[in-house]
Every structure is written in structure tokens, then in C-alpha cells.
């Protein structure tokens, strides 16, 4: 499960940079630091909430 988020969110954060996603707050190519947090506090909820 951690693998794919990573993976997903760092193939979004690529994306951000090539093509910005248009979506709200992330209409700009250098917004791809908030892809950056959401990817840290998903991982981190993930090490945290794992058994």
C-alpha cells in the first residue's frame, strides 16, 4: 500500500511539472510542493496507522 501511494503521488508530482493538473490549487507548475506534503502525510498516516 505504501508503495502505491508513493508511486501515484510522485507520478503526480512529474505530471505537475511537465502539465499542471488544472485542478484547484494546483494550477501552476511550482504548486507541485503541495503534491509533496499530501505524499508525506500519506505516508506518514500509512507508517503510523500500520500494525
Given at each position: 500500500m505504501n508503495k502505491a501511494i508513493s508511486a501515484f503521488l510522485l507520478l503526480a508530482m512529474v505530471i505537475q511539472i511537465i502539465?499542471?493538473?488544472g485542478l484547484p490549487g494546483l494550477r501552476r507548475r511550482s504548486d507541485f510542493w503541495k503534491l509533496a506534503v499530501v505524499a508525506f502525510v500519506?505516508?506518514?498516516?500509512?507508517?503510523?496507522l500500520r500494525p
Open positions: 502539465k499542471p493538473l500519506a505516508w506518514s498516516l500509512t507508517l503510523l
